[in-house]
T-cell receptor, first 115, second 110 residues
Framework: GAGVSQSPRYKVAKRGQDVALRCDPISGHVSLFWYQQALGQGPEFLTYFQNEAQLDKSGLPSDRFFAERPEGSVSTLKIQRTQQEDSAVYLC?????????????FGPGTRLTVT | DAKTTQPNSMESNEEEPVHLPCNHSTISGTDYIHWYRQLPSQGPEYVIHGLTSNVNNRMASLAIAEDRKSSTLILHRATLRDAAVYYCILNGGSNYKLTFGKGTLLTVNP
């Protein structure tokens, strides 16, 4: 079946521009996660949704980052006034369960480059 | 969060077994041991998880020490497609998010 998809796969933004990254989770998956992966590092947690409710946004690095999942399916991660330090791969993952030990299924990521 | 320790890198030959170790001496009773791997330019991929007993699936086996302070991911016959970064992660209780370390970079030689 279809896995997690993300779009765009690559995004180049000029510093100060706003960007929106889309995630289509596996159909029926309750939980959705966003992670940020800097070059050479492991992914770092950003935020977590259970259906449409954002239950944890403790990993968002600043108030320029905003995520939503209005109908409990597709999610969008928005970054306002992008900075060079925002350059990273943004990964989305979904899980059929609400908590551990549920395995997470990751998308291919969106590589954001801020120039 | 309980922490895991893995070697930075390991090397293997094609068609040989690979044993990837992970130490987690501060593991709590509710922590599951998860393994994910990440191939170049791809998102992480779930491999296997376990709590106390050894686990097998089509991808790998997970051997968990009796005191749960260490575990080993076993790839029974390495292929070139198994070359990836392997992450050992503890996840349990109310902790739904995955905390990735640096993982082990596995190189498979033909």
């Amino acid at each position: 079946g279809a896995g997690v998809s993300q779009s765009p796969r690559y995004k180049v933004a000029k510093r100060g521009q706003d960007v929106a990254l889309r995630c289509d989770p596996i159909s029926g998956h309750v939980s959705l996660f966003w992670y940020q992966q800097a070059l050479g590092q492991g992914p770092e947690f950003l935020t977590y949704f259970q259906n449409e409710a954002q239950l944890d946004k403790s990993g968002l690095p600043s108030d320029r980052f905003f995520a939503e999942r209005p109908e409990g399916s597709v999610s969008t991660l928005k970054i306002q006034r992008t900075q060079q330090e925002d350059s990273a791969v943004y990964l989305c993952a979904s899980s059929p369960r609400q908590g551990p030990p549920g395995e997470q299924y990751f998308g291919p990521g969106t590589r954001l480059t801020v120039t | 969060d309980a922490k895991t320790t893995q070697p930075n890198s390991m090397e293997s030959n094609e068609e040989e077994p690979v044993h990837l170790p992970c130490n987690h001496s501060t593991i709590s009773g509710t922590d599951y041991i998860h393994w994910y791997r990440q191939l170049p330019s791809q998102g992480p991929e779930y491999v296997i998880h376990g709590l106390t007993s050894n686990v097998n699936n089509r991808m790998a086996s997970l051997a968990i020490a009796e005191d749960r302070k260490s575990s080993t991911l076993i790839l029974h016959r390495a292929t070139l497609r198994d070359a990836a970064v392997y992450y050992c992660i503890l996840n349990g209780g109310s902790n739904y998010k995955l905390t990735f370390g640096k993982g082990t970079l596995l190189t498979v030689n033909p």
